[in-house]
């Protein structure tokens, strides 16, 4: 998985108060009404997939082309609530987006024995420790973009150091999602940063 928010050399201080004051009209609203629809269709899909998988070792390619767009509409989104990026945020799952970017590597099979352990277990091995720590490491971020809120109010710039943060704790979570919704066998990394393998 390759998930990247580019960082701006500049950042728009009046988009940064319309998203803070009106954001949830003009961005939350659209995209969240949109979403929930879409992600109860996601939902379903997943079940589909679940028993593609259960019977023939493979995630149809169609399923998980749809899942992985959903994700990037939600990278997009993300990415403007936690003003980590301008711009408005492009609907549906074929949107594109200058600022942001995930790419998920289709696996031509994925471990039925593994997809079932995941499913009776998950909660234990994947859930319990992961977000155990993403919890306190939320809690982290969320000072972060309150100080880079103020920064940016006053300089124009986000400090490279707190946007890597921040994506960081979008790269870790879109992991997880991705380990626990049978898309790939890869067990996510305890980490927020770019792995070897991702560059």
Do not use: C
């Not at 899909?45 to 998980?64: E, S």
């Not at 609530?81 to 492009?90: A, E, F, Q, R």
């Amino acid at each position: 998985m390759k998930l990247k928010v580019q960082h701006q050399e500049r950042y728009s201080r009046l988009e940064l108060l319309l998203r803070t004051f009106f954001g949830w009209l003009y961005i939350l609203l659209p995209h969240g009404f949109l979403l929930f629809f879409v992600s109860i269709w996601a939902l379903i899909l997943q079940i589909v997939a679940f028993w593609a998988i259960l019977f023939t070792g493979k995630y149809p390619k169609g399923l998980f082309d749809f899942q992985v767009g959903l994700l990037r509409w939600n990278l997009r989104l993300n990415a403007r609530v936690l003003n980590i990026s301008d711009g408005y945020p492009s609907f549906g799952i074929n949107g594109t987006d200058e600022y942001t970017s995930l790419e998920v590597e289709y696996p031509e099979r994925v471990s039925r024995a593994l997809m079932l352990v995941r499913f009776f277990f998950g909660w234990l091995y994947v859930y319990i420790p992961h977000l155990f720590i993403l919890f306190f490491r939320q809690i982290f971020v969320g000072v972060i973009i309150i100080l880079a809120w103020l920064i940016v109010l006053i300089t124009g710039k986000y400090p490279r150091e707190l946007h890597s943060w921040v994506v960081g704790q979008l790269r870790w979570m879109t992991r997880v999602g991705l380990y626990m919704g049978y898309m790939t066998d890869v067990y996510p990394a305890f980490t927020g940063d770019e792995l070897d393998s991702e560059k």
